[in-house]
Protein backbone atom coordinates (compact mmCIF):
# COMPACT_ATOMS: atom_id res chain seq x y z
CA UNK A 1 0.00 0.00 0.00
CA UNK A 2 1.39 3.58 -0.85
CA UNK A 3 0.46 6.75 0.62
CA UNK A 4 0.07 9.23 -1.63
CA UNK A 5 -0.34 12.83 -1.55
CA UNK A 6 -1.63 15.54 -2.82
CA UNK A 7 -0.63 18.50 -0.70
CA UNK A 8 -1.49 21.84 -2.09
CA UNK A 9 -4.05 20.65 -4.33
CA UNK A 10 -3.98 23.68 -6.17
CA UNK A 11 -6.05 25.99 -8.90
CA UNK A 12 -8.36 25.60 -6.66
CA UNK A 13 -9.35 28.71 -3.80
CA UNK A 14 -7.96 28.10 -0.36
CA UNK A 15 -5.45 25.59 1.21
CA UNK A 16 -6.84 21.76 0.52
CA UNK A 17 -5.08 18.40 0.82
CA UNK A 18 -5.58 14.78 -0.59
CA UNK A 19 -4.02 11.72 1.16
CA UNK A 20 -5.12 8.77 -0.69
CA UNK A 21 -4.38 5.16 0.37
CA UNK A 22 -2.77 3.69 -3.01
CA UNK A 23 -2.91 -0.59 -3.45
CA UNK A 24 -2.16 -1.82 -6.41
CA UNK A 25 -2.60 1.10 -8.51
CA UNK A 26 -5.70 2.15 -7.13
CA UNK A 27 -7.36 4.54 -4.32
CA UNK A 28 -8.82 2.02 -1.32
CA UNK A 29 -9.28 5.07 1.11
CA UNK A 30 -8.98 8.69 1.04
CA UNK A 31 -8.75 11.88 3.54
CA UNK A 32 -10.01 15.54 2.37
CA UNK A 33 -7.91 18.00 4.63
CA UNK A 34 -8.50 21.72 5.04
CA UNK A 35 -5.44 23.01 6.09
CA UNK A 36 -6.49 26.38 7.17
CA UNK A 37 -8.06 28.63 9.92
CA UNK A 38 -9.63 31.50 9.03
CA UNK A 39 -12.18 33.68 11.11
CA UNK A 40 -16.06 35.11 10.50
CA UNK A 41 -18.54 33.63 12.79
CA UNK A 42 -17.42 34.40 16.27
CA UNK A 43 -16.55 38.17 14.77
CA UNK A 44 -19.87 38.42 14.05
CA UNK A 45 -21.34 37.41 17.50
CA UNK A 46 -22.43 40.81 19.08
CA UNK A 47 -22.83 43.26 15.96
CA UNK A 48 -25.53 44.91 14.68
CA UNK A 49 -27.29 42.16 12.37
CA UNK A 50 -27.51 44.16 9.67
CA UNK A 51 -23.61 43.98 9.63
CA UNK A 52 -23.91 40.67 8.96
CA UNK A 53 -24.10 40.10 5.30
CA UNK A 54 -21.13 43.01 4.15
CA UNK A 55 -18.93 41.02 6.38
CA UNK A 56 -20.08 37.62 5.42
CA UNK A 57 -19.38 38.78 1.83
CA UNK A 58 -15.72 38.12 2.80
CA UNK A 59 -15.58 34.51 2.90
CA UNK A 60 -14.71 34.34 -0.43
CA UNK A 61 -14.28 36.82 -3.48
CA UNK A 62 -15.51 33.94 -5.55
CA UNK A 63 -19.10 33.89 -4.65
CA UNK A 64 -19.51 36.53 -2.26
CA UNK A 65 -23.03 37.26 -4.11
CA UNK A 66 -24.24 33.93 -2.68
CA UNK A 67 -23.30 34.79 0.91
CA UNK A 68 -24.79 38.22 0.52
CA UNK A 69 -27.28 37.04 -0.39
CA UNK A 70 -27.93 33.81 2.19
CA UNK A 71 -27.40 36.42 4.66
CA UNK A 72 -30.26 39.11 3.41
CA UNK A 73 -32.68 36.17 3.22
CA UNK A 74 -31.71 35.05 6.84
CA UNK A 75 -32.26 38.66 7.75
CA UNK A 76 -35.60 38.65 6.22
CA UNK A 77 -36.51 35.90 7.92
CA UNK A 78 -35.30 37.06 11.00
CA UNK A 79 -37.12 40.33 10.46
CA UNK A 80 -40.59 38.41 9.14
CA UNK A 81 -40.40 40.54 5.64
CA UNK A 82 -40.09 39.91 1.89
CA UNK A 83 -38.29 41.11 -0.87
CA UNK A 84 -40.28 43.50 -3.53
CA UNK A 85 -40.61 41.82 -6.87
CA UNK A 86 -38.28 43.84 -8.40
CA UNK A 87 -36.18 43.10 -5.15
CA UNK A 88 -36.39 39.42 -5.74
CA UNK A 89 -35.96 39.32 -9.53
CA UNK A 90 -32.44 41.61 -8.87
CA UNK A 91 -31.05 39.27 -6.65
CA UNK A 92 -31.92 36.33 -8.85
CA UNK A 93 -29.88 38.32 -11.76
CA UNK A 94 -27.42 38.92 -9.12
CA UNK A 95 -26.33 35.97 -8.40
CA UNK A 96 -27.13 34.58 -11.80
CA UNK A 97 -24.21 36.64 -12.85
CA UNK A 98 -22.24 35.79 -10.03
CA UNK A 99 -22.63 31.69 -11.16
CA UNK A 100 -22.16 32.23 -14.92
CA UNK A 101 -18.77 34.47 -13.82
CA UNK A 102 -17.52 31.32 -11.19
CA UNK A 103 -18.60 28.27 -14.11
CA UNK A 104 -16.94 29.83 -16.46
CA UNK A 105 -13.99 30.62 -14.08
CA UNK A 106 -14.15 26.68 -12.81
CA UNK A 107 -14.13 25.43 -16.61
CA UNK A 108 -11.49 27.59 -17.94
CA UNK A 109 -8.82 28.79 -15.14
CA UNK A 110 -9.40 26.20 -12.70
CA UNK A 111 -9.69 22.65 -14.32
CA UNK A 112 -9.45 22.79 -18.49
CA UNK A 113 -5.39 22.60 -17.89
CA UNK A 114 -6.41 19.02 -16.25
CA UNK A 115 -7.36 17.68 -19.66
CA UNK A 116 -6.12 20.52 -21.87
CA UNK A 117 -1.49 20.29 -23.00
CA UNK A 118 -0.88 23.80 -22.68
CA UNK A 119 2.66 23.26 -23.92
CA UNK A 120 0.62 23.04 -27.91
CA UNK A 121 0.48 27.10 -27.40
CA UNK A 122 4.04 26.54 -28.63
CA UNK A 123 2.46 25.83 -32.10
CA UNK A 124 0.38 29.09 -32.36
CA UNK A 125 1.06 31.35 -35.41
CA UNK A 126 -1.40 33.50 -34.71
CA UNK A 127 -1.26 37.50 -33.51
CA UNK A 128 -3.87 37.66 -30.02
CA UNK A 129 -1.96 39.20 -27.60
CA UNK A 130 -3.27 36.66 -24.38
CA UNK A 131 -2.23 33.65 -26.54
CA UNK A 132 1.55 35.28 -27.40
CA UNK A 133 1.81 36.21 -23.61
CA UNK A 134 1.04 32.57 -22.69
CA UNK A 135 2.98 31.30 -25.51
CA UNK A 136 6.06 33.41 -24.75
CA UNK A 137 5.31 32.01 -21.05
CA UNK A 138 5.73 28.42 -22.07
CA UNK A 139 8.72 29.34 -24.52
CA UNK A 140 10.84 30.99 -21.67
CA UNK A 141 10.02 27.54 -19.09
CA UNK A 142 11.43 25.22 -21.87
CA UNK A 143 14.61 27.39 -22.71
CA UNK A 144 15.07 27.36 -18.67
CA UNK A 145 14.91 23.31 -19.18
CA UNK A 146 16.53 23.03 -22.18
CA UNK A 147 17.85 19.38 -23.07
CA UNK A 148 15.34 17.89 -20.95
CA UNK A 149 12.14 18.32 -23.36
CA UNK A 150 10.86 15.09 -21.63
CA UNK A 151 10.38 17.52 -18.21
CA UNK A 152 8.40 20.93 -20.01
CA UNK A 153 6.61 22.27 -17.11
CA UNK A 154 4.73 25.08 -17.82
CA UNK A 155 4.98 27.47 -14.88
CA UNK A 156 3.10 30.33 -12.73
CA UNK A 157 -0.75 29.87 -13.01
CA UNK A 158 -0.35 26.67 -15.13
CA UNK A 159 0.68 24.52 -12.79
CA UNK A 160 1.02 21.79 -11.09
CA UNK A 161 1.39 19.95 -14.69
CA UNK A 162 1.82 16.70 -14.25
CA UNK A 163 3.44 14.90 -16.39
CA UNK A 164 2.55 11.21 -18.12
CA UNK A 165 1.96 9.73 -21.17
CA UNK A 166 -1.62 10.22 -22.25
CA UNK A 167 -2.21 12.71 -19.78
CA UNK A 168 -3.78 15.42 -22.03
CA UNK A 169 -5.54 16.38 -25.62
CA UNK A 170 -2.84 15.42 -28.55
CA UNK A 171 -4.64 17.13 -30.86
CA UNK A 172 -2.64 20.67 -31.26
CA UNK A 173 -5.66 22.04 -33.00
CA UNK A 174 -8.12 21.36 -30.06
CA UNK A 175 -5.74 22.17 -27.93
CA UNK A 176 -5.02 25.48 -29.32
CA UNK A 177 -8.83 26.44 -29.53
CA UNK A 178 -9.11 25.20 -26.17
CA UNK A 179 -6.50 27.48 -24.59
CA UNK A 180 -7.99 30.45 -26.75
CA UNK A 181 -10.82 29.54 -24.81
CA UNK A 182 -9.03 30.26 -21.78
CA UNK A 183 -8.22 33.86 -23.01
CA UNK A 184 -11.69 34.71 -24.10
CA UNK A 185 -12.67 33.77 -20.76
CA UNK A 186 -11.30 36.35 -18.78
CA UNK A 187 -13.12 38.71 -20.77
CA UNK A 188 -16.12 37.18 -20.47
CA UNK A 189 -15.76 36.74 -16.51
CA UNK A 190 -15.09 40.85 -16.95
CA UNK A 191 -18.86 40.90 -18.30
CA UNK A 192 -19.77 38.82 -15.92
CA UNK A 193 -18.49 40.84 -13.43
CA UNK A 194 -20.09 44.25 -14.89
CA UNK A 195 -23.55 42.55 -14.41
CA UNK A 196 -23.17 41.90 -10.98
CA UNK A 197 -22.04 45.45 -10.75
CA UNK A 198 -24.93 47.06 -12.43
CA UNK A 199 -27.50 46.16 -10.18
CA UNK A 200 -25.13 45.31 -7.14
CA UNK A 201 -23.11 48.41 -6.90
CA UNK A 202 -19.66 46.81 -7.57
CA UNK A 203 -17.63 43.55 -7.88
CA UNK A 204 -17.04 40.80 -6.70
CA UNK A 205 -18.56 42.27 -3.60
CA UNK A 206 -21.72 44.20 -4.12
CA UNK A 207 -22.87 46.46 -1.85
CA UNK A 208 -26.65 46.56 -2.72
CA UNK A 209 -27.76 43.31 -1.30
CA UNK A 210 -29.60 44.46 2.07
CA UNK A 211 -32.59 42.55 4.28
CA UNK A 212 -35.86 43.37 2.04
CA UNK A 213 -34.40 42.97 -1.16
CA UNK A 214 -31.85 45.50 -3.39
CA UNK A 215 -31.21 48.86 -2.71
CA UNK A 216 -30.28 49.72 -6.99
CA UNK A 217 -33.41 50.53 -8.69
CA UNK A 218 -33.38 49.16 -11.84
CA UNK A 219 -33.84 51.57 -14.64
CA UNK A 220 -34.43 51.29 -18.47
CA UNK A 221 -30.33 52.18 -19.60
CA UNK A 222 -29.03 49.44 -16.94
CA UNK A 223 -31.59 46.77 -18.34
CA UNK A 224 -30.35 47.70 -21.44
CA UNK A 225 -26.65 47.34 -20.54
CA UNK A 226 -26.94 44.24 -18.49
CA UNK A 227 -28.99 42.03 -21.36
CA UNK A 228 -26.60 43.28 -23.81
CA UNK A 229 -23.62 41.76 -21.90
CA UNK A 230 -25.62 38.95 -21.14
CA UNK A 231 -26.52 38.21 -24.82
CA UNK A 232 -21.68 38.29 -25.21
CA UNK A 233 -21.69 36.26 -22.40
CA UNK A 234 -24.51 33.70 -23.87
CA UNK A 235 -22.93 33.37 -27.00
CA UNK A 236 -19.71 32.17 -25.46
CA UNK A 237 -21.42 29.58 -23.62
CA UNK A 238 -23.11 28.08 -25.95
CA UNK A 239 -20.67 28.29 -28.95
CA UNK A 240 -17.29 28.05 -27.00
CA UNK A 241 -17.87 26.73 -23.49
CA UNK A 242 -20.41 23.75 -24.12
CA UNK A 243 -18.55 22.77 -27.46
CA UNK A 244 -15.23 22.23 -25.49
CA UNK A 245 -16.53 20.65 -22.19
CA UNK A 246 -17.64 17.96 -24.88
CA UNK A 247 -14.29 17.74 -26.66
CA UNK A 248 -12.99 17.19 -23.06
CA UNK A 249 -15.47 13.84 -22.57
CA UNK A 250 -14.82 12.81 -25.73
CA UNK A 251 -11.04 12.43 -25.49
CA UNK A 252 -11.62 11.39 -21.77
CA UNK A 253 -14.85 9.35 -21.63
CA UNK A 254 -13.81 6.97 -18.88
CA UNK A 255 -13.86 9.80 -16.30
CA UNK A 256 -18.05 9.41 -16.86
CA UNK A 257 -17.08 6.45 -14.90
CA UNK A 258 -14.93 8.00 -12.76
CA UNK A 259 -15.50 10.25 -9.36
CA UNK A 260 -19.19 8.52 -9.14
CA UNK A 261 -21.61 10.07 -6.12
CA UNK A 262 -24.84 9.55 -6.39
CA UNK A 263 -26.61 11.54 -3.04
CA UNK A 264 -27.29 14.73 -3.87
CA UNK A 265 -29.36 17.84 -1.83
CA UNK A 266 -30.40 21.40 -3.51
CA UNK A 267 -31.92 23.86 -1.68
CA UNK A 268 -33.77 24.99 -4.52
CA UNK A 269 -32.59 28.70 -6.03
CA UNK A 270 -34.15 31.38 -8.46
CA UNK A 271 -37.25 32.16 -6.90
CA UNK A 272 -40.06 32.75 -8.82
CA UNK A 273 -42.11 34.35 -6.29
CA UNK A 274 -41.86 36.43 -2.94
CA UNK A 275 -42.45 33.21 -0.62
CA UNK A 276 -39.82 31.16 -2.40
CA UNK A 277 -41.86 28.48 -2.68
CA UNK A 278 -41.92 28.01 -6.93
CA UNK A 279 -38.09 27.68 -8.28
CA UNK A 280 -36.22 27.98 -11.05
CA UNK A 281 -34.23 24.69 -9.66
CA UNK A 282 -35.90 22.63 -7.70
CA UNK A 283 -35.11 21.94 -4.32
CA UNK A 284 -34.81 18.17 -2.73
CA UNK A 285 -32.77 15.53 -1.59
CA UNK A 286 -31.86 12.53 -4.54
CA UNK A 287 -30.84 9.21 -2.70
CA UNK A 288 -30.54 5.74 -3.61
CA UNK A 289 -32.38 6.51 -6.97
CA UNK A 290 -35.25 8.41 -4.97
CA UNK A 291 -36.51 11.76 -4.80
CA UNK A 292 -36.99 13.22 -1.43
CA UNK A 293 -38.82 16.48 -0.22
CA UNK A 294 -35.97 18.08 2.07
CA UNK A 295 -36.72 19.69 5.48
CA UNK A 296 -33.89 21.81 6.73
CA UNK A 297 -34.52 20.96 10.17
CA UNK A 298 -32.52 17.36 9.32
CA UNK A 299 -29.61 19.15 8.93
CA UNK A 300 -26.64 18.95 11.65
CA UNK A 301 -22.57 19.65 11.76
CA UNK A 302 -20.43 16.67 13.12
CA UNK A 303 -17.12 17.27 14.56
CA UNK A 304 -15.54 13.91 15.51
CA UNK A 305 -12.45 14.30 12.66
CA UNK A 306 -12.75 18.26 12.43
CA UNK A 307 -10.46 20.18 15.03
CA UNK A 308 -13.46 21.52 17.16
CA UNK A 309 -14.16 21.04 20.79
CA UNK A 310 -17.70 19.54 21.64
CA UNK A 311 -20.81 20.78 20.11
CA UNK A 312 -21.03 17.17 17.38
CA UNK A 313 -24.20 16.64 15.97
CA UNK A 314 -25.34 20.24 16.42
CA UNK A 315 -28.20 22.03 14.30
CA UNK A 316 -26.81 25.32 12.98
CA UNK A 317 -29.42 27.03 14.97
CA UNK A 318 -27.29 25.65 18.16
CA UNK A 319 -23.68 25.71 16.22
CA UNK A 320 -20.69 25.78 18.29
CA UNK A 321 -17.46 26.67 16.85
CA UNK A 322 -14.53 26.41 19.98
CA UNK A 323 -10.97 25.57 18.16
CA UNK A 324 -9.10 22.66 19.23
CA UNK A 325 -6.07 22.50 16.96
CA UNK A 326 -4.27 19.34 18.70
CA UNK A 327 -7.55 17.36 19.08
CA UNK A 328 -6.37 13.78 18.26
CA UNK A 329 -7.30 11.88 15.38
CA UNK A 330 -8.97 15.00 13.96
CA UNK A 331 -7.67 15.55 10.28
CA UNK A 332 -9.51 19.46 8.99
CA UNK A 333 -10.60 22.20 10.21
CA UNK A 334 -13.70 21.45 7.77
CA UNK A 335 -16.61 20.31 9.57
CA UNK A 336 -18.82 17.38 8.66
CA UNK A 337 -22.65 18.73 7.74
CA UNK A 338 -24.85 15.63 7.77
CA UNK A 339 -28.89 16.01 6.35
CA UNK A 340 -30.77 13.32 8.64
CA UNK A 341 -26.78 11.88 9.22
CA UNK A 342 -26.52 11.44 5.09
CA UNK A 343 -23.37 13.18 3.73
CA UNK A 344 -24.53 14.73 0.07
CA UNK A 345 -23.26 16.47 -2.53
CA UNK A 346 -24.11 19.34 -3.64
CA UNK A 347 -23.37 21.76 -6.49
CA UNK A 348 -24.67 22.17 -10.11
CA UNK A 349 -25.09 18.42 -10.82
CA UNK A 350 -27.00 18.17 -8.08
CA UNK A 351 -29.07 21.36 -9.01
CA UNK A 352 -29.23 19.52 -12.35
CA UNK A 353 -29.94 16.24 -11.29
CA UNK A 354 -32.54 17.36 -8.88
CA UNK A 355 -34.28 19.36 -11.05
CA UNK A 356 -34.47 16.62 -13.91
CA UNK A 357 -35.71 14.28 -11.05
CA UNK A 358 -38.05 17.11 -10.57
CA UNK A 359 -39.58 17.16 -13.97
CA UNK A 360 -37.89 19.92 -15.27
CA UNK A 361 -38.08 20.28 -18.76
CA UNK A 362 -35.61 22.86 -19.80
CA UNK A 363 -33.10 20.80 -17.54
CA UNK A 364 -33.77 17.64 -18.67
CA UNK A 365 -33.96 18.85 -22.74
CA UNK A 366 -30.50 20.12 -21.94
CA UNK A 367 -28.47 17.23 -20.16
CA UNK A 368 -30.38 14.50 -22.01
CA UNK A 369 -28.70 16.32 -25.52
CA UNK A 370 -25.38 16.45 -23.93
CA UNK A 371 -25.79 12.77 -22.77
CA UNK A 372 -26.94 11.81 -26.63
CA UNK A 373 -23.83 12.80 -27.77
CA UNK A 374 -22.11 10.06 -25.82
CA UNK A 375 -25.25 7.45 -26.28
CA UNK A 376 -25.60 7.49 -22.47
CA UNK A 377 -28.26 8.22 -19.78
CA UNK A 378 -29.03 10.37 -16.85
CA UNK A 379 -26.92 8.12 -13.99
CA UNK A 380 -23.50 8.20 -16.75
CA UNK A 381 -23.61 11.95 -15.25
CA UNK A 382 -23.37 10.98 -11.62
CA UNK A 383 -19.73 11.16 -11.96
CA UNK A 384 -16.50 13.85 -12.94
CA UNK A 385 -17.47 14.49 -16.31
CA UNK A 386 -21.06 14.90 -15.24
CA UNK A 387 -20.11 18.00 -13.09
CA UNK A 388 -17.88 19.41 -15.79
CA UNK A 389 -21.21 19.00 -18.00
CA UNK A 390 -23.81 20.12 -15.24
CA UNK A 391 -22.16 23.33 -14.64
CA UNK A 392 -21.71 24.03 -18.56
CA UNK A 393 -25.28 23.73 -19.31
CA UNK A 394 -26.61 25.20 -15.69
CA UNK A 395 -24.71 28.16 -17.17
CA UNK A 396 -26.82 28.27 -20.72
CA UNK A 397 -30.02 27.51 -18.98
CA UNK A 398 -29.20 30.27 -16.50
CA UNK A 399 -28.14 32.89 -19.26
CA UNK A 400 -31.40 32.11 -21.20
CA UNK A 401 -33.40 32.90 -18.28
CA UNK A 402 -32.07 36.05 -17.35
CA UNK A 403 -32.98 37.64 -20.41
CA UNK A 404 -36.58 36.91 -19.29
CA UNK A 405 -35.93 37.78 -15.03
CA UNK A 406 -34.94 41.37 -17.24
CA UNK A 407 -37.79 41.75 -19.01
CA UNK A 408 -39.89 41.04 -15.98
CA UNK A 409 -38.58 44.19 -13.84
CA UNK A 410 -40.58 47.47 -12.99
CA UNK A 411 -37.96 50.13 -14.29
CA UNK A 412 -38.13 52.68 -11.71
CA UNK A 413 -40.33 50.49 -9.38
CA UNK A 414 -38.72 50.48 -5.48
CA UNK A 415 -36.54 47.21 -5.42
CA UNK A 416 -36.64 46.94 -1.68
CA UNK A 417 -39.27 47.13 1.35
CA UNK A 418 -38.52 48.36 4.80
CA UNK A 419 -37.86 46.62 7.73
CA UNK A 420 -37.12 46.92 11.86
CA UNK A 421 -34.98 44.85 13.44
CA UNK A 422 -36.59 42.98 15.97
CA UNK A 423 -35.37 42.77 20.17
CA UNK A 424 -35.20 38.75 19.70
CA UNK A 425 -35.59 36.52 16.91
CA UNK A 426 -34.15 33.48 14.70
CA UNK A 427 -33.68 33.40 10.99
CA UNK A 428 -32.46 30.94 8.13
CA UNK A 429 -31.28 32.10 4.79
CA UNK A 430 -30.70 29.03 2.37
CA UNK A 431 -30.02 29.56 -1.48
CA UNK A 432 -27.46 27.61 -4.05
CA UNK A 433 -24.24 29.20 -4.70
CA UNK A 434 -22.26 28.15 -7.50
CA UNK A 435 -20.59 25.06 -5.90
CA UNK A 436 -24.07 24.24 -4.14
CA UNK A 437 -25.82 24.42 -1.15
CA UNK A 438 -25.30 26.91 1.25
CA UNK A 439 -27.14 28.11 4.56
CA UNK A 440 -27.02 30.99 6.82
CA UNK A 441 -28.63 31.05 10.47
CA UNK A 442 -28.51 33.63 12.77
CA UNK A 443 -30.22 34.25 16.20
CA UNK A 444 -30.68 37.53 17.35
CA UNK A 445 -30.46 39.09 21.63
CA UNK A 446 -30.99 42.31 22.54
CA UNK A 447 -30.72 43.27 18.81
CA UNK A 448 -27.32 42.21 18.35
CA UNK A 449 -25.84 38.59 17.06
CA UNK A 450 -25.89 36.12 19.23
CA UNK A 451 -25.11 33.42 16.86
CA UNK A 452 -23.77 33.68 13.07
CA UNK A 453 -23.65 30.14 11.80
CA UNK A 454 -22.42 29.33 7.75
CA UNK A 455 -22.77 25.99 6.31
CA UNK A 456 -21.27 25.98 3.10
CA UNK A 457 -20.96 23.83 0.34
CA UNK A 458 -17.08 23.44 0.42
CA UNK A 459 -18.28 21.85 3.82
CA UNK A 460 -20.68 19.93 2.45
CA UNK A 461 -18.70 18.09 -0.16
CA UNK A 462 -14.86 18.26 1.26
CA UNK A 463 -16.25 17.13 4.70
CA UNK A 464 -14.15 14.49 6.64
CA UNK A 465 -15.47 11.37 8.06
CA UNK A 466 -18.73 12.02 10.36
CA UNK A 467 -19.39 10.91 13.90
CA UNK A 468 -19.95 7.55 12.18
CA UNK A 469 -17.18 7.30 10.77
CA UNK A 470 -18.64 7.57 6.75
CA UNK A 471 -16.80 9.23 4.15
CA UNK A 472 -17.32 13.07 2.82
CA UNK A 473 -18.51 12.73 -0.79
CA UNK A 474 -15.41 13.86 -2.30
CA UNK A 475 -13.50 10.95 -0.03
CA UNK A 476 -15.97 8.40 -1.05
CA UNK A 477 -15.74 9.45 -4.69
CA UNK A 478 -12.07 8.69 -4.80
CA UNK A 479 -12.70 5.72 -4.06
CA UNK A 480 -11.45 3.25 -6.73
CA UNK A 481 -10.06 5.66 -9.04
CA UNK A 482 -6.84 4.45 -10.57
CA UNK A 483 -3.60 5.97 -10.01
CA UNK A 484 -1.53 5.47 -13.25
CA UNK A 485 1.99 7.00 -11.41
CA UNK A 486 2.11 7.38 -7.56
CA UNK A 487 4.26 10.89 -8.35
CA UNK A 488 1.79 12.12 -10.93
CA UNK A 489 -1.86 11.55 -9.52
CA UNK A 490 -3.31 13.55 -11.97
CA UNK A 491 -6.46 11.09 -12.08
CA UNK A 492 -7.03 12.16 -8.47
CA UNK A 493 -6.51 15.99 -9.11
CA UNK A 494 -9.23 15.42 -12.02
CA UNK A 495 -12.02 13.96 -9.40
CA UNK A 496 -11.42 16.20 -6.74
CA UNK A 497 -11.15 19.62 -8.73
CA UNK A 498 -14.43 18.31 -10.50
CA UNK A 499 -16.64 19.66 -7.33
CA UNK A 500 -15.01 22.64 -7.36
CA UNK A 501 -14.02 23.03 -4.07
CA UNK A 502 -13.15 26.25 -2.43
CA UNK A 503 -11.77 26.29 1.08
CA UNK A 504 -11.36 29.67 1.95
CA UNK A 505 -15.80 28.80 2.31
CA UNK A 506 -15.20 25.91 4.03
CA UNK A 507 -13.54 27.09 6.96
CA UNK A 508 -14.57 30.25 8.14
CA UNK A 509 -14.98 30.02 11.92
CA UNK A 510 -11.95 31.00 14.76
CA UNK A 511 -11.47 31.32 18.37
CA UNK A 512 -11.49 34.94 18.96
CA UNK A 513 -9.85 35.16 22.14
CA UNK A 514 -7.38 32.03 21.86
CA UNK A 515 -3.91 32.84 20.77
CA UNK A 516 -2.45 30.12 18.15
CA UNK A 517 1.20 31.78 17.39
CA UNK A 518 2.67 35.24 17.27
CA UNK A 519 4.89 35.67 14.55
CA UNK A 520 7.26 38.53 13.63
CA UNK A 521 7.57 39.37 9.64
CA UNK A 522 10.43 41.28 8.77
NI1 LIG B 1 -15.57 30.38 -1.99
FE1 LIG B 1 -18.61 29.29 -2.16
C1 LIG B 1 -19.53 28.88 -3.66
C2 LIG B 1 -20.01 29.28 -1.03
S1 LIG B 1 -18.09 27.25 -1.80
S2 LIG B 1 -16.80 29.71 -3.43
O1 LIG B 1 -19.93 28.65 -4.60
O2 LIG B 1 -20.83 29.37 -0.30
O3 LIG B 1 -18.04 26.54 -0.37
MG1 LIG C 1 -19.68 27.02 9.51
Redesign the pocket.
Known sequence: MAKVYIDPLTRI?GHLSIEMDVQNGVVVDAKCRGDMFRGYETILQGRNPVDANQIVMRI?G??PV??GEASSMCLDDAFNIKPTKNGRILRNMILGSNTLQ?HILHFYHLAALDFVDITAVLQYKGSDDGMVRIRDWVKNEIQVKKGRPDEITAGGPFLPRYEGKDFYIKDTATNIDAIAGYVKALDIRQKTHQMVALFGGRAPHPIALVPGGVTTIPTRDKIKQFKKLLKETNKFVSETYIPHVVAVAKTFPEYFKLGRYERFMSFGVYGKDEDRKNFTFEQGIFDGGKLEKFDSSMIREQVKYARYKSGSNLHPLKGETIADPEKSGAYTWVKAPRYDDRPMEVGALARMVIAYQSGNEQVKKELDGVLKIFNSEVPAAFSTLGRHAARAIESKIIGEEMIKWAEDLDAGESPRNSYTIPDNGEGEGLIE???GA?GHWIVIKNRVIENYQAV????WFCSPKDDKGGRGPVEQALIGTPISDNMNPIEAARVVRSFDP?L???IHVVEGDKEIGKFRVC
Open positions: ECVCSHSAPRLVPTTCACA
